[in-house]
C-alpha cells in the first residue's frame, strides 16, 4: 500500500528504531510512546485491521504473539508484566489502518478488563 505509513516504514522509506524483524514480521518503537517500553509489532503484509483477517492468517497471528513474548524477554519487561494491544476501528482508537499490536510496559497499568 503506497500510501500507508506503516508499509513505508517497513520498506525504509520513512526510518524506525527497529527492535525485531524477520521475513513476516517488522517490529520498532512507537514514536509517541504512552509507556517506558511501547513496541509496535507488524505484519508485512498490509492488512488494514483484525476484521480483514482470516483462516489464512492463524499462523501470522501465532507468530506475533509468540515473538511479543520473545520481544518482552528480551526487552527485560517479561517478569514484571506487559500488556498486548490490538485496536480495531475508529471506537477502538485506531489511527493507522495497518494492523499492529502495542507491546506495552513498565510500568503498573489501571485495568480496563
Ligand atoms: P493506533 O492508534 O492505530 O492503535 O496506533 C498507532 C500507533 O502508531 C500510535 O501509537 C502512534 O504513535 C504510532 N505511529 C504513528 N506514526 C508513526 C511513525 O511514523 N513512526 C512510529 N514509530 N510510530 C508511529
Ligand atoms: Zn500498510
Redesign the pocket.
Known sequence: MSDC??CK?INGD?P??KVYEDELIYA???????APV?I?IIPKEHICCANELNDSHKELIGHIILTATKIAKAEGIAEDGYRL???CGEN??????HI?F?LLAGEKFDRMV
Do not use: E, K, M, Y
Open positions: 505509513i506503516f516504514i520513512i524506525s528504531q520498532f518503537r512507537d514514536i509517541n510512546p504512552v511501547h509496535l494491544v490490538n485496536n477502538a482508537g485506531q489511527t493507522v489502518f499492529h502495542h
